[in-house]
């Protein structure tokens, strides 16, 4: 268990709810809703989600801490918007689900090999270490990620959508010597050093129950 | 038409729907002058569409005649119809009002026989069966309709249909060259009773009212019970006439949503539970009715009745806001999609008419009343002392049922009756 999750456990020990509404992006609106069901009703996945959007929110106020953050369900979301756009209560329900899955990843408790949390890392390693999105490697990371042999069943799969993307010079194979980068890489490094000492302090305060 | 008499001591009531009708009843019996201006050629407002109205399922009849005596026998109201305010000036105990008047090119001496109605070819949109039936461009606005005075379409105006209601009518009762009029009123105190409108249910995209024959709305139900009405008195699908077996009514259609009515329009659940019945007394067993909705909101002593209904094994409830409607274009069913609240249950559920249960939206105008004058976010006038003597009444004041309707008018009768008493006293 992660040192901010024990400390979060401390320190909200019978209100998960105000947890969320603390400390997760756009948590203070679970309490508005009504329990109607259009978003669950509304999201073109729905059927894939364990809990859809309506029983996370009820969970959350039954203080389901466990069940709601090592859950899969959020990290379902395609953000349509559906659910937003629908809400008769107005709660922004996409923001709510990024909001939780984000948070659960923050706390260690995110599902492992969850295919939306693993693009997520695969993607924000590509971008930090370059300024730029390797699309080459990203996809053949995706691909790789459950080991060489089920990797290579995968490329072999994909094989003639790999073909036609670079026949429509929609992907380069030169991008796999080091691949684009930035005009200024250290910069981004500078910029993303300081957010993560923003981060940090955010975190460090959580633990001091500040 | 004689001489419109107001002064500083005169009430006027905006609306003559239940609420219009109960507060100038109440104001005039107590002795005060009263003006009554309607908007349509007839009073009795929504009640007068309704098929039953809960709690006691007595026809609109009962509650309206008696009112329309009471009207017949007072002589300190004047009614005018077809007249809409187009302006209010003023303070208490001293406003103006610009009032328009439409023509109705049919005067006192109608005796309603109906003879100019068989003369005409014209048809257009029936207004009291919200266009589900046509109607001759003479008409009487309803069976129950007070005054009983036929009326000319305007829109006939100037054609050989106008020439022949005329021609056809043995009182003499048709004037074409009847005028629209401007009048001024001074009155002491305002009531403003015009009531509501249902909310248009092709806004909501996912329910497809607009693009599936059998998603009709509930005011539209409540015409097809009516034995006058566009299906004589039947429950049928309008694709294909038949009568449905298996009827699901969607609640809040429209209300408590932030992209249509905000508020609980309160009548909608008493409605439907209402309509159930409607049902089984018209098709007995051969059909069943499922509810969907949020929470019935059936508060104090009609929640006896949603018990009733809920004993009924022909009706079932289902938990859940229905997120959006399919068609089966095969038979012209629907196909129910969402997720119920009692175990998170996923459905797609098929039934072969639906009944949005829309809400009340508030027709208080914009751009009429004196500068500062105060609408809650609703479109409803709330008691404020921003508001001076101007009182809403029934469904302008809130979403409430006939019950509340003619309290809430009564009360403002009171209110508006002591206004004049303030300005008689000053006055000596
Ligand atoms: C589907 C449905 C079913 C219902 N069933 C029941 C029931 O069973 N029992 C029950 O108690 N309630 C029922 N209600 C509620 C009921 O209809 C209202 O309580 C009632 O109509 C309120 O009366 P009102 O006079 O305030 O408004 P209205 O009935 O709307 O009357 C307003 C009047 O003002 C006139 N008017 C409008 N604008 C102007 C203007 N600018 N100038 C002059 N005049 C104007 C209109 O023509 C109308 O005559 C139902 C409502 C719905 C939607
Ligand atoms: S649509 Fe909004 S109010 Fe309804 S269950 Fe979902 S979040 Fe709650
Ligand atoms: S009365 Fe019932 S159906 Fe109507 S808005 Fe309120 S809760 Fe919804």
Redesign the interface.
């Known amino acids: 268990m992660t040192q901010m999750n024990q400390a979060m456990i401390e320190k909200y020990r019978s209100s998960f709810l105000k947890e969320v509404e603390t400390n997760v992006e756009e948590g203070h609106w679970v309490k508005m809703c009504m329990q109607c069901g259009v978003c669950s009703g509304s999201c073109p996945l729905g059927p894939h989600w364990e809990h859809p959007p309506q029983e996370i929110f009820m969970m959350i106020r039954a203080n389901k801490r466990d069940e709601v953050l090592k859950s899969s369900s959020m990290w379902f979301c395609t953000s349509c918007y559906n659910c937003i756009a629908r809400c008769p209560r107005g709660l922004p329900i996409t923001h709510i689900m990024h909001g939780l899955a984000s948070y659960s990843k923050k706390l260690g408790l995110a599902p492992k090999s969850q295919p939306t949390e693993s693009f997520g890392q695969i993607f924000w390693n590509s971008i930090a270490s370059n300024g730029r999105v390797n699309e080459l490697k990203i996809g053949l990371a995706l691909q790789f990620k459950d080991g060489f042999g089920q990797g290579v069943k995968n490329a072999m799969a994909q094989k003639d959508l790999g073909m036609a993307m670079m026949k429509t010079k929609r992907m380069n194979p030169m991008e796999f010597f080091g691949g684009h980068t930035c005009k200024d890489k250290s910069g981004i490094a500078r910029m993303l050093k300081k957010a993560q000492e923003v981060e940090d302090q955010h975190i460090a305060n959580y633990g001091a129950g500040k | 038409m004689s001489e419109v008499i107001a002064t500083n001591q005169t009430i006027l009531v905006v609306g003559g729907g239940i609420s219009g009708l109960t507060a100038a009843l109440e104001a005039a019996e107590c002795g005060k002058q009263v003006i009554l201006l309607e908007k349509s050629p007839t009073v009795g407002g929504r009640v007068a569409q309704l098929y039953k109205y809960f709690p006691k399922l007595c026809f609109p009849t009962c509650g309206l005649e008696i009112q329309y005596r009471r009207l017949k026998a007072n002589k300190n109201i004047r009614l005018l119809t077809l007249a809409e305010v187009t302006q209010v000036t003023g303070s208490e105990g001293d406003y103006d009002v610009t009032v328009a008047l439409s023509p109705r090119y049919v005067t006192e001496n109608c005796t309603a026989c109906g003879d100019c109605e068989k003369a005409v070819a014209a048809e257009f949109d029936d207004e009291h069966n919200y266009g589900l039936k046509q109607r001759k461009g003479a008409y009487l606005p309803s069976m129950m309709a007070y005054p009983q005075r036929y009326v000319i379409d305007p829109r006939i105006i100037g054609t050989a249909d106008a020439e022949a209601a005329k021609g056809a009518c043995k009182a003499g009762a048709v004037d074409l060259d009847m005028q629209a009029q401007s009048l001024n009123l001074k009155v002491g105190a305002i009531i403003w009773a015009t009531g509501w409108t249902p909310y248009d249910a092709a806004k909501i995209q ?1 329910y497809g009212y607009d693009r599936f024959a059998n998603v009709i709305t509930n005011v539209e139900f409540e015409r097809m019970l009516d034995p006058f009405g566009p299906t004589g008195g039947k429950i049928v699908r309008p694709s294909d006439g038949q009568a449905p077996s298996n009827i699901a009514f969607i609640q ?1 259609a429209g209300s ?5 009515l905000l508020h609980c329009s309160r009548i909608c659940c008493m409605a439907t539970l209402k309509q159930t019945n409607y049902v089984r007394e018209n098709l007995g067993d051969a059909a069943k009715s499922t509810v969907y909705y ?1 929470d019935i909101r059936a508060i104090d002593r009609i929640d006896d009745f949603h018990r009733k209904v809920k004993a009924d094994a022909n009706v079932s409830f289902t938990k ?5 409607i399919a068609e089966n274009k095969a038979n012209g069913n629907l196909v129910l ?5 009692e175990g ?1 249950n ?1 459905y797609a559920n098929e039934h072969d008419l639906v009944v949005l249960a829309v809400g009340m939206e508030s027709t208080v105008p914009a751009g009429v009343f004196p500068e500062g004058f105060k609408i809650n976010e609703h479109n409803f006038i709330e008691l404020d002392p921003a508001n001076g003597a101007i009182y809403g009444a029934g469904c302008s004041s809130d979403a409430l049922d006939v019950n509340r309707a003619a309290q809430n008018a009564t009360a403002s009768a009171l209110r508006a009756i002591q206004v004049i008493n303030r300005v008689a006293g000053q006055e000596g």
């Open positions: 996912p809040c408590r949503d932030r992209n249509h949020i859940s806001k229905v997120a959006n999609h969402g997720v119920d609240t998170y996923r």
